[in-house]
Every structure is written in structure tokens, then in C-alpha cells.
């Protein structure tokens, strides 16, 4: 059955509504009743969308991780300086939920091989050095040793281990600013 444009918007409203839901109680303990009552939908309109939790789960973690390489590539196209362009990007791939109630939730979804994601972060995580690195090559000649894919490396680990420790976003984006100044003078 072919989905037109407003099951396709309801089914967008329901991937944004459970990812807070999984981020707050854990795949495990999220239901399809607590997914529906959050996205304001009945619960055999919830599985008109999704055949079960684990697809639900799926869609909801691809419909955020393709939203964060779409700010990221966004972030990357700009005419800003090759500096703001990679804090951008950074922002937008690890920064997104720094400083809210579901931060640590969503890292441990995402991050940690959670039910039934397999390799799905692992290949955005690909993704999301891949154009890093191609940001530093682009940018022109390195000094040093150092390759464009290295940058990229050390900079996407100074951002995770930064955005459980900062406060708030702001600070995760100085910091990010911080670390990008250091690595691009390699």
C-alpha cells in the first residue's frame, strides 16, 4: 500500500516523537503504547507505519542519523572559513542533543549497539569522517605528517568525549572551536 503525502508527514511526526521516548527509557523498556501516546497516535495507527518495535526503532534512530549528515553536509557547503565550516559540522553530527534531557539517552542508542541497529551508526560514523576528511583535504596542504582522515579522527574523538562532560552547547561549540584551531595548525 503506496503511503501518500500525509501519512508520510504523520509518519515523520511519529520517528520525532520516539526518539526522546527511546532515549529516555532505553530500547528495552520503550513500548509501542508510550511511542503511540507520545506521538499522539493510536496504537493500531502505530503499527499501520511499523510492522514492530525493532523496524519503529530502526526508522526512528536512520531519520535522525540522516538528519544529522544532512546538517553536516549542509554545514560543510557554506563559504565559511574551513574552520567554522568543520566546528559546524562536528555541531551537527555530535552536538545536537548537548544540554538536553536526552543527550546521554541517544548516545547510548547510537553509539552503543543497540538492539537490532547492527552496523547502522558505524557506517554514518564512516559517513561523517569520510566528509571530514574531505573538508581538510579540500582546504589545502597540511603541514606536518598528519593526514586530512587523522584530523578528522581526532577531531570526532575530542568531540565525543567532550559533549558528556560540557554543560551545555554553547560550551560543546567552544570547545569544538578549541580543538578544530588546534588540529588544522598540525
Known amino acids: 500500500m503506496a ?6 508527514r504523520r509518519r515523520e511526526h511519529v520517528l520525532a516523537a520516539a526518539l526522546p521516548v527511546f532515549a529516555t527509557f532505553g530500547y528495552r523498556k520503550t513500548s509501542m503504547d508510550a511511542v503511540a501516546q507520545a506521538a499522539d497516535i493510536s496504537r493500531p495507527g502505530l503499527y499501520f507505519f511499523f510492522a514492530g518495535k525493532e523496524e519503529l526503532f530502526r526508522e526512528t534512530m536512520r531519520q535522525a542519523l540522516d538528519q544529522a549528515m544532512g546538517d553536516v553536509r549542509a554545514a560543510l557547503a557554506t563559504d565559511d572559513d574551513i574552520q567554522a565550516r568543520l566546528v559546524s559540522a562536528l ?4 552536538g545536537r542533543y548537548v544540554g538536553t534531557h536526552i543527550n546521554e539517552g541517544v548516545d547510548t542508542l ?6 537490532g541497529l547492527n552496523d ?8 561523517f569522517l569520510s566528509a571530514l576528511a574531505q573538508a581538510v583535504a579540500a582546504s589545502g596542504p597540511l603541514t606536518g605528517a598528519v593526514t586530512p582522515r587523522e584530523i578528522a579522527e581526532v577531531l570526532h574523538a575530542a568531540g565525543t568525549g567532550w559533549k558528556h562532560r ?12 578549541t580543538a ?4 588544522m595548525r598540525s
Open 180 to 183: 578544530v584551531r588546534v588540529a
Open 3 to 8: 503511503m501518500n503525502r500525509g501519512d508520510a
Open 110 to 115: 547510537v553509539q552503543h549497539g543497540t538492539a
Open 91 to 94: 555541531d551537527a553530527f555530535l
Open 120 to 127: 547502522m551508526y558505524d557506517d554514518y560514523r564512516a559517513a
Open 166 to 177: 560540557v554543560t551545555d552547547r554553547a560550551e560543546f561549540v567552544d570547545r569544538l572551536t
